[in-house]
């Protein structure tokens, strides 16, 4: 069976900071990962990844993949209060997509 | 585009109701997926859709959950009968999958159910 770990499940940090969101995996037929953004509510598309080692870059976050390692990572830089929210990581192998449970970040400011 | 619809937005019912939950993709998408969230369990993929036909439903809970694409523009889910523990969000996605691979899915608003 597919599976998808985040971790830390939940991070509270003061705006300003920088955060990085784990994400590992173990699926069959590996074809993409991606990475969601949840707030109140539905989850919104921030990254997709195929390749090892290529960094997806979006403002201030930052996203890359190692495929040999199995994992993922997602980095937010200078944080906002407005990125408060729960971050999903999901990863596509044999034609599905599996969701891992999110790790919720909130942003004092 | 509207992006995906879905209907109604909340539900509540009691238990042993039939509940029918739909969807609109985005037009020109031809995979569409259902999706369930709960706190305990995070999002679960029910079922999905390639060019309406369904690929996998090993996630449909039971006998009692049943999905169908009459055609490229709706889809619904059905609940019958519903059970307390039915209570959740669902949701459903479309996408545009290329050479195997799904890409990026675009969520509707979900569905909130409450069995009473």
């Known amino acids: 069976e597919d599976k998808v770990v985040q971790s830390p499940l939940s991070l509270v940090v003061h705006e300003g900071d920088t955060v990085t969101l784990n994400c590992s995996y173990e699926?069959?037929?590996?074809?993409?990962l991606l990475w969601y953004k949840q707030e109140k509510k539905a989850p919104t598309f921030l990254f997709m990844l195929t390749s090892s080692g290529i960094e997806k870059k979006s403002g201030r976050l930052s996203s890359i993949l190692d495929k040999k390692e199995l994992f993922s990572i997602l980095n937010i830089t200078a944080t906002q209060t407005g990125d408060s929210a729960v971050y999903l990581c999901?990863?596509?192998?044999?034609?599905?997509?599996?969701f891992g449970t999110g790790t919720r970040l909130t942003i004092i400011p | 585009d509207a992006g995906v619809i879905q209907s109604p937005r909340h539900e509540v019912t009691e238990m042993g109701q039939e509940v029918t939950l739909r969807c609109k993709p985005i037009?020109?998408?031809?995979?569409l997926f259902w999706y369930r969230q709960t706190m305990m369990r995070g999002l679960e993929l029910l079922i999905y859709?390639?060019?309406?036909?369904?690929?996998?439903d090993s996630g449909m809970p039971e006998d009692r959950f049943s999905a169908k694409m009459p055609n490229a523009s709706f889809s619904t889910l059905k609940i019958q009968p519903s059970e307390p523990r039915d209570s959740a969000v669902y949701f459903c996605?479309?996408?545009?999958?290329?050479?195997?691979?799904?890409?990026?899915?675009?969520f509707g608003e979900g569905s909130r159910l409450t069995v009473l």
């Open positions: 037009s020109g998408h031809n995979s």
């Open positions: 859709f390639n060019n309406n036909v369904p690929i996998d």
């Open positions: 996605a479309s996408s545009l999958a290329r050479q195997g691979v799904t890409g990026e899915l675009f």
């Open positions: 999901a990863v596509e192998g044999n034609e599905k997509l599996t």
């Open positions: 699926v069959t037929n590996f074809r993409s």
